[in-house]
């Protein structure tokens, strides 16, 4: 074996609804790497929390494709800054702001930054709304669109209400905005980059979990988008300045809408998107001419950067 090799284990499973897609994503991740470069090696947690770890020794670095709780939300990062491992991906308050939607928003609009009006609803609570049909309902703290509803009546959103709290404490009643569905790829540390915005073209009623991971035929991807250069800049500049209001690191996908053909609301950051063979955050670095395996060492090389840095400062404060 050439010791040379930067050891990589890539974490996946986990015991958040979205197990399966982080088992999918983690397949792609794994056949992508430059194995010349790389020793890659999968680490398996099942749905009750177990973990499977492969007895070939210690990792140089991690990379947690862990979707949704307890592995997108700070839990796993904290877990690897214990144990002095550094990792891909955002730190621990990055992931912990990104998984919380109510947070997300409340930094958004400090930072300036348009989003959908919004409620935070907890179990028992009364609610009042000052926007009209249709809503969102969303759990505050999943992704990949698991407990998520479009509604457009009273009964509809009883019905969502429900089934969101299903999946959390505590739930979000959003405004919908009309418009495109704008997804743009971000990259790095201190110096993030942008990738060309992407647009989805949903089949469904909206870019549901069904849409995204069950239908081939569920959604378009317009890679990339067919908007405007100017328009095409502003959607670049909101999601690096989007990445940073959230303390973002290493990657992120920021989600947004585009109403009336200039008008950006961000809808969300994910902070540990999909890779996925029909995932946009690959696609979208691949359209700005990085390949997917080029991707993945340059995500390493951001982790061993990070890492890196903050030792320095450590040792600088001794």
């Known amino acids: 074996m050439d010791t040379k090799k930067i050891r990589v284990g890539v974490i996946c499973g986990g015991k958040s609804p979205e197990h399966e897609i982080s088992l999918m994503s983690a397949r792609n991740v794994i056949e992508a790497f430059d194995t010349k470069k790389f020793e890659v090696r999968e680490i398996k947690i099942d749905k009750d929390g177990s973990w499977e770890i492969p007895h070939k020794g210690d990792i140089d670095v991690a990379f947690p494709v862990l979707h949704g709780p307890y ?12 144990l002095d491992i550094p990792y891909v991906g955002a730190g ?3 992931s912990a702001i990104g998984m919380d939607k109510e947070v997300t928003k409340r930094l958004l609009n400090e930072a300036g930054i348009r989003n959908a009006r919004f409620a935070v609803l907890h179990p028992g609570e009364k609610f009042d709304l000052d926007f009209g049909w249709p809503l969102f309902v969303k759990p505050a703290r999943a992704g990949s669109s698991v407990g998520v509803s479009k509604v457009k009546n009273p009964i509809e959103l009883l019905a969502g209400i429900e089934l969101a709290f299903r999946y959390d404490s505590k739930i979000l009643i959003e405004e919908y905005i009309e418009g495109d569905e704008i997804e743009c790829s971000v990259l790095g540390n201190d110096r993030p980059e942008a990738s060309v915005p992407g647009r989805i073209i ?3 009623e909206f870019y549901s979990y069904e849409a995204k991971y ?7 991807l317009e890679i990339p988008a067919k908007i405007s250069t100017e328009l095409t800049e502003q959607v670049k500049q909101i999601a690096i300045k989007t990445y940073r209001a959230l ?3 290493g990657m992120a996908r920021i989600d947004m809408r585009i109403r009336g053909g200039s008008e950006i609301f961000i809808n969300e950051a994910n902070t540990i998107p999909g890779f996925t063979n029909i995932s946009m955050y690959p696609k979208l670095w691949q359209a700005s001419g990085l390949s997917y395996t080029g991707l993945l060492t340059r995500l390493v090389e951001l982790a061993l950067e990070r890492y890196r840095a903050s030792h320095l400062l450590a040792t600088s404060r001794d």
């Open 202 to 204: 949903p089949r469904h």
């Open 92 to 94: 621990v308050l990055g």
């Open 247 to 249: 303390y973002l690191e």
């Open 71 to 82: 592995g997108e939300d700070g839990t796993i990062q904290g877990m690897l800054e214990m």
């Open 214 to 220: 069950l239908d081939p035929n569920g959604a378009e």
